[in-house]
């Protein structure tokens, strides 16, 4: 939720609607906080890769962490700073050929990261994923929630949507993580819902326990 006026001004430029929605709730984010980090303090240094209004950053803040931002969206890296965030803008489909150089103690991605973005080419598909993981420091956590809408412009059929979410799958499971599938309910509890092929969370170093 943003309330300052010059953040609801700075949002109102996002590309995204959500982004652009002052009074988006931060209930999703304390679900996911409530359901896979029971007992795990955020005093480290992180990074959000699609951070829209900053929520995880805000929450980490509380307890004494840091927050880097990066999105391809100029207004939400000047709404970051504005906020006194890092904010880099960035194309995260860049990753793998332009790193970041540094780590962190978590990486977290809320509905950004697309298993279709390299459908067509495992190599590359192989290479996102290792530069996410990249990121991490090695006793490191990562929480990704992706938004795996299938592409308007190319008609792929069946087999091919279940094939690039089982590679996505797979070599998410080849570098450690545990993969989550999430019920109907659970993906609108934790704001990871609506047109897309699959409702899955992949973690590392992190433990689901649903909270009622």
Known sequence: MLTDKTEIEIASRAKQKNVRDPARSREHFFAIMRDFFAGR????SYVDLGPGQFDFGEIARKEGGTCL????????VELGRYKGFRAIERNIQRLPKEPLGETFDGVFNKFTLNAFWTWDDEAAHRALIGALV????????????PWNGVPKKVALDETT??????????IFE??????????????????????VANNVVFIRNLVFKPVR
């Not at 303090?41 to 480290?44: D, V």
């Not at 931002?69 to 939400?76: E, K, M, S």
């Not at 990249?134 to 929630?145: D, Q, S």
């Open 174 to 195: 080849e570098h450690g993580f545990t993969t989550v599938p999430l019920t109907d309910e659970q993906s609108r509890r934790y704001g990871i819902h609506g047109d």
């Open 134 to 145: 990249g990121l991490m420091k090695p006793e490191g956590w990562c929480w990704i929630g």
């Open 41 to 44: 303090t955020l005093s480290g």
């Open 69 to 76: 931002g990066i999105d391809f969206d100029p207004a939400v």
């Open 161 to 170: 949507i279940a094939a690039t979410l089982d590679l996505q799958r797979r």
